[in-house]
């Protein structure tokens, strides 16, 4: 079980407007998707290097909120919302997520269209995420959504070795 690189980061952002205009039309980044507020959760913009990346994203923004946001416990103020880290096979997140519970450092696992996705905070309470890449043909880029992670539900599906991303040779 291994970590196998930074997967992606997600920036909390005062104006998403003026974030979307910096990252898109001055770095210029790809806009792949848009989340809308949802469920609690503000609404977030995914970001990839333009003809370059073969990753859902590698940066997201997500607007910022005074409002509490359900699960992490803590207001979103203007920063590092979360880092994400790559694992190769839906059995290493599994292992992550014990882990974590272990560590007390568990917040939340769930299930979305490009990951499954375990987070947990760092001794500091800064958000981590440790994700298994879905096969790249399961992606979708306009109908984002956010579903609890059944560990059981997704060895059926996809096995729990199936090795993904980096593991299976992606670049990014
Ligand atoms: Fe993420």
Known sequence: MSIRRLNHIVISVSDIEISTRFYKDILGLELVSTLPEQNNWKEMRFFRAKGKSTNHHDLAIIANATLPSPGWGQPISPGLFHVAFEVGTIAELEEYA???????????????????????????????????????????????????????????????????????????
């Not at 375990?118 to 994700?131: F, L, R």
């Not at 880029?141 to 997704?154: C, I, K, Q, V």
């Open 98 to 172: 014990v882990i974590l519970k272990s560590a007390n450092s568990f917040i939340d696992q769930l299930y979305q269209p490009m990951h499954l996705s375990v987070y947990g905070k760092d001794p500091d309470g800064i958000a981590i995420e440790i994700i298994w890449r879905i096969p790249n043909d399961c992606w979708t880029y306009s109908d984002l959504w956010r579903a609890p992670l059944n560990f059981e539900e997704a060895i059926a599906r996809w096995g729990a070795t199936l090795k993904t991303g980096a593991a299976a040779g992606e670049s990014t």
